[in-house]
């Protein structure tokens, strides 16, 4: 059943990923009228905002594309970063909403932000148990109840975090449209474009909250199991 959850959800995220750049690449093609760069939306917005302590700067990757509150950085690939049409326009207003978010002091974000060393701490402690249960099988199961107790809380903080990222996520594009269309740098049919690609980047947190909910689920089935 382990393996069953493990896939199923690895399949649904690829199907998730494969809309969300098909729908990158045709909006791609949609060329801004303004012929604003996503690097130049991102800094109106900020201007729009009042936010003067945030960079806009370009990073590595394929839609690697985040804000990194530390630093107060808006981080757009190149593609993002460089492009001139509505997919790029959708993604730098969705990053800088995180700034606004950051900037207002939205409670959400900040105990997203909040919990990110917890987080940090339960992956390692869930890669450990899977690697110790390969070569401490034995010993495992002599304490399999205690070991499952931590399991539960540890993905138990790992599903909170993903459940409190959808709202910041989803609230954080609902900033970018309501930004886009007010300025408007996208409107009618590209602002529609704009709506579904954010959608679908929305789309891979739904699944990825879903996946450690249901796991979480899934051991606490495991230790209810052992008790009956």
């Not at 801004?32 to 917005?45: I, Q």
């Not at 394929?62 to 326009?89: C, F, Q, R, W």
């Not at 105990?111 to 060393?117: D, G, I, L, Y």
């Not at 790992?158 to 996208?186: C, G, H, K, N």
Request: aromatic content about 10%.
């Amino acid at each position: 059943m382990f393996f069953i959850i493990i896939i199923a959800f690895a399949l649904v995220g690829a199907a998730v990923s494969s809309r969300l750049k098909n729908r990158f690449a045709k909006y791609s093609k949609s060329t801004l009228s303004s012929g604003m760069t996503g690097k130049e939306v991102a800094e109106r917005m900020l201007r729009d905002n009042r936010i003067t302590d945030v960079q806009v700067i370009s990073v590595e990757g394929h839609l690697s594309d985040h804000y990194n509150p530390a630093k107060k950085t808006i981080n757009l690939s190149k593609e993002v970063y460089h492009g001139m049409n509505v997919a790029a326009a959708a993604v730098a207003a969705h990053e800088t909403g995180h700034a606004v978010q950051h900037a207002t002091e939205y409670v959400p974000l900040r105990f997203r932000s909040a919990m990110v060393p917890v987080v940090s701490f339960s992956s390692r402690f869930m890669n450990f148990i899977i690697i110790g249960s390969i070569f401490l099988g034995f010993t495992y199961r002599m304490y399999m109840e205690q070991i499952i107790w931590a399991v539960i809380i540890a993905q138990g903080a790992l599903a909170l975090f993903s459940l409190i990222t959808l709202p910041v996520e989803i609230d954080a594009s609902r900033r970018a449209l309501i930004w886009l269309e007010s300025s408007r740098i996208t409107s009618g049919t590209q602002q529609e474009e704009a709506k579904d690609a954010l959608k679908w980047a929305a789309m891979t947190y739904v699944v990825a909250a879903l996946s450690a909910v249901t796991m979480l689920l899934y051991y606490v089935a495991q230790l209810s199991g052992r008790r009956s």
